[in-house]
C-alpha cells in the first residue's frame, strides 16, 4: 500500500518506533528535549549552536550518551532510538571546526548539515561510523549535497519551520526519488501520525518535524510562545526574510508582539545573513519573532514530547489500518 523503506542505513534500520526524526529547533531543542524523544523511539536532535559556551556543547553531548545508555540498560527491550546533532557549515559560523571535532569525539551517531554541503564534515563523521543527512530545499541543492558525500537528504517543502522551502512536498519528493535511492526524509506541516505515513507514501523514509515539539513540557521555550502554538493555525503562519536574511515562517502573533506588522514586512538583503539580527527591526529571531511550521492547527495541549510521540504512533498505526481495509 505504501513504499517499504529500502533504504536506511544500520545506524537507523529497526531502531526507531516511527519514522519520524524531532527536527533541530535553535534555541528550543537542549538535552532535556532529545533525551525524552529518543527514549519514545525517535530520533531527537539540537543545533550544535543552542550549547554555548561551546565547552557546554561537550557536557551536553555525554549527558544524552550517557543518559540514553543507561535508560537502553534497563529497557533492553525497548531500547532508545539514535540522537543527532545540527551543524550549520555556512562560512560564518565560526564554531563548526570545533563543534565537529566534539561530534566526533562523541561519536554522534547521525549529523545533520544545514545551509551550505561541505566534504571535510561529512568525511568526519564518516571517520566514525556516523551519517550525515543534509537538509535541501530543491533538486538543485540535492544534487549538490549527495555529490559532496552527504548520505542522505532532508527535503523541506513548503510549510516547514523556520527556513523553509518553497516547493510543494509532492514536487520536490518526486523529483528527488527519480534519481536517489537514499536515505531521503520530509519536512513541512507534518504534526500527526497520518501525515507521517503521508510522507512515506509520497516516497520519504521518515518525517522530519519540529513545531509539535515547541508545545512539550522539555523544549527550551517560554510558556507565551508554547501556548501561542497551541492557540494558532495555519493561518497565522508568515514567511519573511526580513529576520535572517533567508525565508523563514514565523508566527504572526509574535511580530504583531515586536511591533511590526506581518502583512507589510520589507525584504532583506540575502548577503546579511546571520541567523539572529532582527534586521530592519530590533526584534530578533529566534528570540523575539517566533519560528513555526504550518502544521500547529493540530496541536492542541502541552504535554509532556513523550506523550506526544505515544499519540503519533496510535495516529500512525491506526492510519495504516484504515488504508489497508
Known amino acids: ?46 543545533p550544535s549552536l543552542n550549547a554555548r559556551p561551546i565547552e557546554q556543547l561537550d557536557d551536553w553531548l555525554a549527558q544524552i550518551r550517557e543518559e540514553l545508555a543507561a535508560y537502553d540498560a534497563k529497557n533492553p527491550d525497548a531500547p532508545s532510538a539514535p540522537f543527532a546533532v545540527n ?15 566534539l561530534c566526533v569525539k562523541h561519536k554522534v551517531p547521525v549529523v545533520i548539515t544545514s545551509l551550505g554541503a561541505r566534504p571535510e564534515v561529512n568525511e568526519a563523521v564518516h571517520s566514525y561510523g556516523g551519517i550525515t543527512l543534509h537538509d535541501i530545499i530543491n533538486n538543485r541543492f540535492a544534487h549538490k549535497a549527495i555529490e559532496k558525500g552527504a548520505d542522505g537528504l532532508i527535503a523541506v517543502a513548503a510549510g516547514a519551520g523556520g527556513h523553509a522551502g518553497k516547493l510543494s512536498p509532492f514536487a520536490l519528493i ?3 526519488r527519480d534519481w536517489f535511492d537514499g536515505p531521503l526524509l520530509l519536512s513541512g ?45 495555519a493561518e497565522d503562519i508568515v514567511n519573511s526574510s526580513l529576520f535572517t536574511g533567508i525565508h523563514g515562517n514565523y508566527l504572526a502573533p509574535s511580530i504583531v508582539n515586536a511591533g511590526l506588522d506581518p502583512n507589510a514586512l520589507p525584504e532583506a538583503d540575502p548577503s546579511a545573513m546571520n541567523f539572529g ?49
Open 174 to 176: 518526486q523529483e528527488i
Open 87 to 101: 551543524q550549520i557549515v555556512h562560512r560564518s559560523n565560526a564554531r563548526l571546526e570545533e563543534d565537529v571535532a
Open 1 to 46: 500500500m505504501w513504499r517499504k523503506i529500502l533504504s536506511l542505513p544500520p545506524v537507523l534500520d529497526g531502531k526507531l518506533r516511527l519514522p519520524l526524526i524531532g527536527a533541530p529547533m535553535f534555541i528550543l531543542s537542549g538535552p532535556e528535549l532529545v533525551i525524552a524523544q529518543c527514549k519514545a523511539g525517535i530520533v531527537g536532535a539540537f
Open 277 to 325: 539580527s532582527g534586521g530592519k527591526s530590533e526584534a530578533k529571531a529566534w528570540r523575539d519573532i517566533w519560528g513555526c511550521g504550518q502544521g500547529i492547527g493540530a496541536i492542541h495541549d502541552i504535554p509532556g514530547a513523550g506523550d506526544r510521540i505515544a499519540r503519533l504512533i496510535a495516529q500512525y498505526e491506526a492510519a495504516k489500518e484504515a488504508l489497508c481495509r
Open 189 to 233: 506541516a507534518i504534526a500527526t501520525g497520518g501525515a507521517i505515513l503521508a510522507a512515506r507514501a509520497m516516497g520519504a523514509d521518515l518525517a522530519y518535524a519540529g513545531s509539535m515539539f515547541i508545545a512539550t513540557q522539555e523544549a527550551r521555550a517560554v510558556q507565551d510562545y508554547k501556548q501561542m502554538v497551541v492557540d494558532c493555525g
